[in-house]
Structures are given as structure tokens and as C-alpha cells.
């Protein structure tokens, strides 16, 4: 399977525990999105990198929220302290084009 | 007022019908708009984007873009009850990233 690859799918952590979800995209694609859905809403855009080089990040990425991918290949995502009100489906997508995006299957946050 | 508005629906079509979906924008430097299906519990798939005024086919899907009236649609015609899923619109305004609406709810009935 060469689509986009994300792990785990499912996460269940105690408020105030620390997550991390991986993200592989598709192996010719050189930018990364991660962007959060929450139940009845269309994604909302977190952070894109190029490369290894994070070059936007929303005002929704709080400083509990950081992302990293070093060697340009895959991403991850933490949460830190983590709270109720972060409990959605984080997806990653990843294109070659800079507006197309192909999203993986996503990892669904419960925080209780 | 959100940047990207659909209605969310349900949109109930009987089976064989032209399912109709809209969606308008507010920002008029948008560049490219897409349309993306999504079925519960799964992650967005890209049906068609859409660049520049007028029609693009692609099978039975068809996108309008207007860009002075800052509206896209997506039109299925022969809608199956496998189409029945939440049908994203997404701008992009020349940056990295997508402006998602909150998606339209469709019901294809047998």
C-alpha cells in the first residue's frame, strides 16, 4: 500500500498524559500536512511542513502541541498535557503539488 | 462568518437522481477549490479540484466554479446509495493549506 500510512489509529490516554501519532506519507511527496477533525466539522489545518522545514503552523497549535520530520520522511505529532477538548481525528495528509492533499486514515484521539 | 460554507444537511436524493452540492467562500483570492468525500468513521478522499470558472467532468461528478459569485458546486448524476457519505468543499488562497467547510451530509435512497 502506497498511500499515506498514520499510527496508531486509535489513542486512549488519561487527561494530562503526552501522545505521540506518526505520520509516513506518500514516499514521493515532499510536504506534510497534519490537520484535526472534530466530530460534524471539516479539518481544520494544524501545521505543513516542506521537507523537513516546518513553514506554517496555526494559531490552533498551541506551545502543548509539536510536530517534527526530520530527514524530510515521516511526521509526528505530540500532545502534551493532554485535555479533554483535544479529543478529535488527527490526520495527516501529504501531497507534491502545493494545494492537493491526500490524507491518510487518520488517528482518533479519546482523552479521558 | 466562516471562510468556507456548505450546508450540512442530510441531502436525501432517491437513487438514479442528480445530487446537487454547494458551497461559497469569502475570500476572492481563493485559487483552487476541491471537493472531498468523506464516509463515517474514515478519512477524506479527493473526488475533483477545480481551478478555473465553468464546468469539469470527471465521470458523474461535475464541479461549477464561479469565482465572481465565490461559489462551487458538485453535481452527481446517477447517484447509488454508495455515494451516500459527507461531501467536503475545500479552498486553498494561494498558501499551504486547505480552508475546509463543515461538509454536506448526502442520502442517496434506493
Known amino acids: 500500500d502506497t498511500g499515506v500510512s498514520q499510527n496508531p489509529r486509535h489513542k486512549i490516554t488519561k487527561r494530562g498524559q503526552n501522545v505521540t501519532f506518526r505520520c509516513d506519507p506518500i514516499s514521493e511527496h515532499n510536504r506534510l500536512y497534519w490537520y484535526r477533525q472534530t466530530l460534524g466539522q471539516g479539518p481544520e489545518f494544524l501545521t505543513y511542513f516542506q521537507n523537513e522545514a516546518q513553514l506554517e503552523k496555526s494559531r490552533l497549535l498551541s506551545d502543548r502541541f509539536s510536530a517534527e520530520r526530520p530527514k524530510g520522511s515521516f511526521s509526528t505529532l505530540e500532545i502534551q498535557r493532554t485535555e479533554q477538548g483535544d479529543s478529535a481525528m488527527y490526520l495527516c495528509?501529504?501531497?507534491?503539488?502545493?494545494?492537493?492533499?491526500?490524507f491518510g486514515q487518520g488517528t482518533r484521539l479519546t482523552v479521558v | 462568518q466562516k471562510e468556507v460554507e456548505q450546508n450540512s444537511g442530510p441531502l436525501s436524493v432517491p437513487e438514479g437522481a442528480i445530487a446537487s452540492l454547494n458551497c461559497t467562500y469569502s475570500?476572492?483570492?481563493?485559487?483552487?477549490f476541491f471537493w472531498y468525500r468523506q464516509y463515517s468513521g474514515k478519512s477524506p478522499e479527493l473526488i475533483m479540484f477545480i481551478y478555473s470558472n465553468g464546468d469539469k467532468e470527471d465521470g458523474r461528478f461535475t464541479a461549477q466554479l464561479n469565482k465572481a459569485s465565490q461559489y462551487v458546486s458538485l453535481l452527481i448524476r446517477d447517484s447509488q446509495p454508495s455515494d451516500s457519505a459527507t461531501y467536503l468543499c475545500a479552498v486553498n488562497n494561494a498558501g499551504n493549506m486547505l480552508t475546509f467547510g463543515g461538509g454536506t451530509r448526502l442520502m442517496v435512497k434506493p
Open positions: 475570500d476572492r483570492g481563493s485559487q483552487s
Open positions: 495528509a501529504s501531497s507534491y503539488r502545493p494545494d492537493e492533499a491526500f
